[in-house]
């Protein structure tokens, strides 16, 4: 069958689409859902009920027996609760319903989900809601075929529980005050600002084979211990090199059924590191980009399985390799499909896209401590400042004429802009290629690429939504002074080239073009003030400072206790994730790591003994390697009991989980890293068909 028909037939074949809906609703109906959908309008439950039946009958005819209402708590992860579709009649039959207040809201246990303390225990009910701008899909899988309505959850008392309900708030805000501006331009047809979201997702496969034998890779998503092998990336040829065939044949299957799903599946290649890849879509609104990208997440591990690989997300699977990231690509369009952020041919004459870039730029200067903490989780901890990840001093890479266009704004000299430029390859024979206005900077956390800007700190493993809520509500915050001096102003076009002038002036700090990993960054970034936040336990307090509690309620994002829920959820998600690393350390070390050694030892030992027994006397090098061995062994054993005292300490803290979380960060980790330390040089010493756990080499290397 031809490759374009099968993808035209297949994509989106498993989605309650726009088209699938124009086809099987009534023509009032269909009018009335879209005006919800684009606009924001109440949806009358009449309405639901035509798309509850309608949405039902697709379904069915498509294999569904269930349907369940899919939600993002805040583990991260996603959740949902099955349901079928069949309804007891009078005759002892069943039939096929789905009504409309089905369709709208769900009951879940919302005390068995992360609260921060908005729910206790005995206080059990919490709701999902529909959330009819990300459409609904069928899930195929070994449970049959299910309907997933995408939702929203929060409490009985009406606080979010998830990723979603801020996302949603925050996309609402932004929306509210980039019209203000696209107003005062003279813009009166657009009705929503939308926030385009495109999310790179990077991951590494490891043979099933392999994983099965590694504890920490099961448990905790990460090697704990693994020396580095003799061929890592110093020759970096898998970046973007051929795909082997096991590898090709999981990512066919992969992009068909994400495609099936209605994710734009659009790139796919090699990463940087060994066993390293990425995937990225095309772009979407940013709640359903983060949809996506959990289904992306979703679909990674349920394919890799088929494939006997496991699908690591960790942050830093493999120490002194790539870490992995999920570049979140972070634009502003109208419902009339302009790029807000968009330059132009020529950007000194578009006021408009300057007016839209100082934002962000405002924006990010005045609440980077927010900004990290979106991208903050024990994993990223060990990937942030090395191997192409980005630095975790927050700055803007604007690139050179973008910043020279600032500077002349700033300075009021004449402004203008660069011709592009012929890149001089020097063949005749190849066609003329226009050099882009900027070239990239892979040390850069924000980087503005063009036409949108990439936030490189994101997690892997996290949901796209926190900083995509953060991103939308401190751009809004911006938008909205800019509004509020704009709107009062009696000559626009004076007063948006003095706001230009002043919000260079006072926020060019944060705009920094060169190498974020030099040592003189640093230092230049500690003079203009940038803040150096280097943990993930140094990054959680600024969700609950006075100035994020006023920023959030101003504009109906967050609650102040829903702040201080999250604060507290991300303090237990990191005491958790490294209490788990260390008993995980623990154990290997005890039951795996020591045996190994002490047999390896004994077996050396034992040599030296025969071969002293048959009259050689020149064992000095074999008692060196014993002596070597023994000394790391001892060290070894040090470092564990000492790392089993500090994982009996922390659990002693039970006042305050700041003090907890601080105390696992500066005690217990810097105690894995040296108990770490020990073992990867025993593994370097002992026969490896005495090591217990498949190396480096064989996890890496033998796909």
């Known amino acids: 069958m031809n490759n374009k028909v099968l993808l035209t037939e297949i994509f989106a074949s498993n989605v309650f689409n726009d088209a699938t809906m124009r086809e099987r609703l009534p023509r009032e109906t269909y009018k009335a859902l879209k005006k919800t959908i684009d606009e924001g309008a109440n949806l009358d439950i009449k309405v ?58 769900g009951e879940s246990d919302a005390s068995s989900f992360p609260s921060g303390g908005l729910r206790a225990t005995f206080e059990a009910r919490g709701y999902t809601a529909w959330d009819c701008t990300s459409p609904a899909f069928l899930k195929e899988d070994a449970n049959g075929v299910t309907l997933y309505i995408p939702t929203a959850f929060c409490s009985y008392t009406g606080e ?18 980039a019209l203000r501006i696209l107003r005062l331009f003279g813009n009166t047809t657009v009705k929503k600002v939308i926030t385009t979201v495109g999310a790179e997702q990077e991951y590494f496969l ?28 110093e020759k970096e040829a898998h970046y973007y090199g051929t795909i082997k065939e096991r590898v090709a044949a999981f990512m066919q299957e992969l992009d068909i059924e994400l495609w099936k799903l209605g994710v734009p599946s659009k790139i796919k290649h090699n990463e940087a590191g060994p066993a390293q890849y990425e995937i990225a879509p095309l772009y979407s609104t940013a709640n359903v980009a983060a949809d996506h990208n959990q289904l992306i997440m979703e679909t990674l591990k349920k394919i890799a399985n088929r494939h006997d690989f496991a699908c690591l997300l960790h942050e830093k699977p493999f120490a002194e390799i790539n870490g992995s990231g999920k570049h979140n690509n972070w634009s502003l369009a109208t419902d009339e499909g302009k790029n807000l952020l968009k330059p132009g041919k020529t950007p000194h004459e578009n006021l408009q896209f300057l007016i839209f870039l100082t934002a962000v730029i405002k924006a990010v200067d005045l609440y980077p401590e927010l900004l990290r903490v979106s991208a903050a989780n ?57 050099k882009d206005t900027t070239d990239r900077n892979r040390t850069s956390p924000f980087a503005f690429t063009g036409n949108k800007f990439e936030f490189r700190m994101v997690p892997s493993s996290a949901s796209i939504s926190d900083p995509n809520v953060i991103t939308n509500t401190i751009v809004a915050e911006v938008l909205s002074e800019m509004a509020d ?24 700090r944060v705009i920094f073009n060169g190498n974020g990993y030099s040592k003189e960054w640093e230092k230049e970034a500690e003079r203009r003030g940038l803040p150096n936040i280097r943990s993930t336990v140094e990054a959680i307090p600024a969700l609950i400072s006075e100035k994020s509690i006023h920023l959030f309620e101003k504009h109906k994002v967050f609650t102040k206790s829903e702040l201080c829920s999250r604060f507290e959820v991300l303090l237990e998600d990191y005491i958790n994730t490294i209490s788990l690393e260390a008993e995980t350390m623990i154990q290997m070390a005890k039951r795996e790591i020591f045996p190994a050694a002490m047999e390896y030892s004994t077996h050396v030992a034992q040599s030296i003994s025969s071969i002293l027994n048959v009259g050689v006397y020149n064992v000095d090098a074999q008692k060196d390697l014993l002596k070597e061995l023994t000394d790391t062994i001892n060290s070894f054993n040090i470092n564990l009991k000492e790392l089993e005292k500090c994982v009996q300490k922390a659990k002693t803290i039970t006042s305050d989980s700041y003090e907890k979380a601080c105390y696992y960060k500066e005690a217990v980790v810097n105690q894995m890293e040296k108990l770490r330390k020990d073992a990867d040089y025993l593994e370097s010493l002992v026969d490896e068909d005495i090591w217990p756990m498949p190396t480096y080499s064989e996890l890496l290397f033998q796909l």
């Open 48 to 105: 639901a009920e035509v798309v509850a039946n309608a949405m039902k009958d697709w379904a069915i005819e498509r294999g569904a027996t269930h349907y369940t209402h899919w939600f993002q708590p805040m583990t991260g992860m996603t959740a949902e609760k099955h349901n079928s579709f069949i309804s007891p009649t009078s005759d002892g039959r069943i039939i096929m319903e789905f009504s409309g207040k089905e369709l709208i809201k």
């Open 160 to 177: 979010a529980l998830d990723k979603k309900t801020p996302l949603l708030r925050s996309m609402e805000a932004i929306s509210k005050q």
């Open 206 to 233: 490891v043979d099933k084979k392999f994983f099965n034998k590694r504890k920490d890779l099961m448990l905790t998503g990460r090697t704990l211990f693994g020396a580095s092998t003799p061929k890592a990336q």
């Open 378 to 434: 024990p994993g990223n901890d060990y990937r942030l400042g090395i191997s192409e990840a980005p630095p975790v001093i927050i700055s803007i890479f604007l690139g050179e004429e973008l910043t020279e266009l600032l500077e002349q704004i700033e300075k009021g000299d004449n402004i203008c802009s660069k011709e592009r430029e012929i890149l001089e390859i020097g063949v005749s024979t190849l066609p003329q290629v226009f």
């Open 485 to 508: 001096e704009l709107e009062q102003a009696e000559d626009l076009n004076l007063a948006v080239h003095d706001l230009l002038r002043r919000t260079i002036r006072e926020h060019k």
